[in-house]
């Protein structure tokens, strides 16, 4: 189900830079790990890089050390901070949310996409 916000897609030059925020409905009980995910053309969407509420991150080994993700917990926000980027970096972008909507009702949440297009 698509209740996730993405914005800050774009076309950008190797080397450069784009920050991806995503946002969560305001109204959700709680919102426990959040991740990015992208999907090359033609290939399966795969995992990048995971938060907990608690703000431990994890990384695909690709982008380790050129991608930050963060979150807000006061504004149900993460962002993917993305750096020297490469034109490999080409795909659409997702974020992923598993929210629970009271105590005991745990959905996963997911963005629409954006994409990102890096080339010369």
């Known amino acids: 189900q698509v209740h996730l916000v993405e914005s800050g897609g774009g076309v950008v030059h190797p080397g450069g830079s784009l920050r991806l925020p995503c946002a969560a409905p305001g109204d959700i009980f709680k919102i426990n790990d959040m991740a990015w995910y992208r999907r090359e053309r033609g290939k399966q969407r795969e995992l990048i890089a995971t938060?907990?509420?608690?703000?431990?991150?994890n990384y695909e080994d690709s982008v380790k050390g050129r991608f930050t993700i963060y979150r807000d917990n006061a504004k149900n926000m993460v962002y993917l901070q993305m750096m020297r980027l490469k034109p490999e970096d080409t795909a659409v972008y997702y974020c992923?949310?598993?929210?629970?909507?009271?105590?005991?009702?745990?959905?996963?949440?997911w963005g629409q996409g954006t994409q990102v297009t890096v080339f010369s």
């Open positions: 938060i907990t509420n608690g703000g431990i991150a």
């Open positions: 992923h949310a598993d929210v629970q909507t009271g105590p005991n009702d745990k959905y996963e949440y």
